[in-house]
């Protein structure tokens, strides 16, 4: 049954943060040691180095036996670290991270990354400068890389002379750098408008009634906008292709493709199918209907592994119409998280009547976590997708019993689980919805 209490789905009782236990400075100060003990303890006995800040260094290794003490570190470092500010120093940061993203953008513009040597040697600004084209504004190049180094983002070795670090190096690669620009030139003209809309469009989930509309002077909604700008529709490609690459470790092992033996998927709105060609070498046994629009389509059966190629039909689809590809599974990822909840039961109702007796819906978005009176950092991610989904189509990312809902509306017999920890990075969790013989509950929508 859903939660009757408006807040029940956040996890925590309404209570005022002085009504709840929080830790002491000391308290977590032994928290960051404990974790930073277990962890350095495990990978020594791993012979793994421990992260550093000079290049190179891939962090900490994505270990279940640290997963706990590193989460730990995260989140009373973190914690430690607010406490050792001022109230008002903190807020203060935070209202000024702005200008962090500004010079992040001016570092790009002005190819810095590729200047600096990779291996951490330092050099001088007014050299960088002069390489860069910039030497007329050395200062304001200066002082842009002086304000990352205070988040970590280069080094000053000693006073003028910079260098790489270990986060930096990676401005040197086109996917960052196409990030940076998409966020720039399309995300941050609409994400101080958010306001704006929610005044001129109360309670609107009309894509054309969005902060981004605002924010670029169109009627157009984002996505058509975006194929109305050739430049900006293939760099947001790239960047979700690299995206994609980045998870496929991640979504290959969310969830048990191999229980599902020799079923069929319907991959809707897979794109290319670049997402279902990793779950098909996973699971050799599954075999795939990769259904979208009849541009992807097509480029989705020219790049298709030669291998895989007998494991995969291709059908021309519009999933706000009735489904009528028959299979055991309908494969969503990052689809929803792109339409209001209203757009969301549509599409799920469109697909019921093709389903069977245990068919499933398996759905790949971010996963809005059960909140705490000290945050999770790695956390920031869903929340900031989410704002992203706010400001450009009036849509989110949802809690677990946010989904439920959704699924109860389309049809009672649905019974949801979920895969994955709430939270994570990009395909990290996913959502199952079976469709059972009768409704096992009298929900209350």
Same mark, same amino acid.
Request: charged letters at 25%; proline letters at 6%; one cysteine or more.
């Given at each position: 049954?859903?939660?009757?209490?408006?807040?029940?789905?956040?996890?925590?009782?309404?209570?005022?943060?002085?009504?709840?236990?929080?830790?002491? /400075?000391?308290?977590?100060?032994?928290?960051? *040691?404990?974790?930073?003990?277990?962890?350095?303890?495990?990978?020594?006995?791993?012979?793994?180095?421990?992260?550093?800040?000079?290049?190179?260094?891939?962090?900490?290794?994505?270990?279940?036996?640290?997963?706990?003490?590193?989460?730990?570190? /995260?989140?009373?470092?973190?914690?430690?670290?607010?406490?050792?500010?001022?109230?008002?120093?903190?807020?203060?940061?935070?209202?000024?991270?702005?200008?962090?993203?500004?010079?992040?953008?001016?570092?790009?513009?002005?190819?810095?990354?590729?200047?600096?040597?990779?291996?951490?040697?330092?050099?001088?600004?007014?050299?960088?400068?002069? #390489?860069?084209?910039?030497?007329?504004?050395?200062?304001?190049?200066?002082?842009?890389?002086?304000?990352?180094?205070?988040?970590?983002?280069?080094?000053?070795?000693?006073?003028?002379?910079?260098?790489?670090?270990?986060?930096?190096?990676?401005?040197? #690669?086109?996917?960052?750098?196409?990030?940076?620009?998409?966020?720039?030139?399309?995300? +941050?003209?609409?994400?101080?408008?958010?306001?704006?809309?929610?005044?001129?469009?109360?309670?609107?989930?009309?894509?054309?009634?969005?902060?981004?509309?605002?924010?670029?002077?169109?009627?157009?909604?984002?996505?058509?906008?975006?194929?109305?700008?050739?430049?900006?529709?293939?760099?947001?490609?790239?960047?979700? #292709?690299?995206?994609?690459?980045?998870?496929?470790?991640?979504?290959?092992? &969310?969830?048990?493709?191999?229980?599902?033996?020799?079923?069929?998927?319907?991959?809707?709105?897979?794109?290319?199918?670049?997402?279902?060609?990793?779950?098909?070498?996973?699971?050799?046994?599954?075999?795939?209907?990769?259904?979208? /629009?009849?541009? *992807?389509?097509?480029? *989705?059966?020219?790049?298709?592994?030669?291998?895989?190629?007998?494991?995969?039909?291709?059908? &021309? &689809?519009?999933?706000?119409?009735?489904?009528?590809?028959?299979?055991? +599974?309908?494969?969503?990822?990052?689809?929803?998280?792109?339409?209001?909840?209203?757009?969301? +039961?549509? +599409?799920?109702?469109?697909? &019921?009547?093709?389903?069977?007796?245990?068919?499933?819906?398996?759905?790949?978005?971010?996963?809005?976590?059960?909140?705490?009176?000290?945050?999770?950092?790695?956390?920031?991610?869903?929340?900031?997708?989410?704002?992203?989904?706010?400001?450009?189509?009036?849509?989110?990312?949802?809690?677990?019993?946010?989904?439920?809902?959704?699924?109860?509306?389309?049809?009672?017999?649905?019974?949801?689980?979920?895969?994955?920890?709430?939270?994570?990075?990009?395909?990290?969790?996913?959502?199952?919805?079976?469709?059972?013989?009768?409704?096992?509950?009298?929900?209350?929508?």
């Amino acid at each position: 049954m859903l939660p009757e209490n408006p807040n029940s789905h956040i996890g925590i009782n309404a209570t005022s943060i002085s009504q709840q236990t929080t830790p002491s /400075l000391l308290e977590l100060a032994e928290q960051v *040691a404990a974790a930073a003990t277990a962890i350095a303890k495990q990978l020594r006995e791993k012979n793994v180095a421990e992260p550093r800040l000079h290049p190179p260094c891939a962090g900490l290794p994505d270990d279940p036996e640290i997963k706990e003490a590193r989460q730990q570190l /995260l989140v009373a470092s973190r914690a430690l670290g607010v406490l050792s500010h001022d109230p008002l120093s903190h807020l203060r940061e935070t209202i000024l991270q702005f200008n962090e993203c500004a010079a992040l953008v001016l570092v790009v513009d002005w190819k810095i990354a590729h200047i600096l040597e990779l291996d951490g040697t330092p050099m001088h600004i007014s050299e960088i400068a002069k #390489r860069a084209g910039a030497a007329a504004d050395e200062y304001k190049l200066v002082s842009a890389l002086r304000m990352l180094t205070t988040q970590y983002i280069f080094a000053e070795l000693k006073p003028g002379y910079f260098a790489h670090n270990s986060s930096s190096v990676y401005l040197a #690669r086109e996917e960052t750098e196409l990030l940076i620009g998409h966020c720039n030139e399309v995300l +941050v003209p609409s994400a101080f408008k958010v306001s704006e809309a929610m005044r001129k469009w109360p309670a609107s989930t009309n894509p054309t009634e969005t902060a981004f509309t605002i924010g670029h002077k169109t009627s157009s909604p984002f996505f058509p906008w975006l194929l109305e700008h050739p430049a900006h529709i293939t760099r947001f490609n790239k960047i979700m #292709r690299v995206m994609a690459e980045s998870s496929y470790a991640r979504l290959r092992s &969310v969830y048990p493709w191999r229980s599902l033996g020799k079923s069929t998927i319907v991959d809707l709105a897979g794109g290319n199918g670049h997402i279902s060609h990793q779950i098909a070498y996973e699971a050799p046994e599954l075999r795939f209907v990769l259904a979208d /629009l009849e541009n *992807a389509v097509k480029d *989705a059966k020219e790049t298709c592994p030669v291998e895989l190629k007998d494991r995969f039909e291709y059908r &021309v &689809v519009d999933f706000f119409e009735k489904m009528t590809i028959p299979a055991d +599974v309908y494969f969503m990822r990052m689809i929803l998280h792109f339409m209001s909840d209203e757009d969301c +039961v549509r +599409v799920v109702k469109n697909i &019921v009547p093709a389903m069977k007796k245990g068919s499933r819906i398996l759905v790949a978005d971010g996963i809005i976590p059960k909140c705490d009176v000290m945050p999770d950092p790695k956390h920031r991610y869903v929340f900031n997708q989410n704002w992203n989904m706010i400001q450009i189509m009036n849509a989110r990312e949802r809690t677990f019993a946010e989904v439920q809902k959704i699924f109860a509306q389309a049809d009672l017999r649905f019974r949801l689980k979920q895969w994955g920890e709430a939270g994570g990075p990009p395909s990290s969790e996913i959502i199952e919805a079976v469709l059972a013989d009768e409704p096992a509950v009298k929900w209350k929508l």
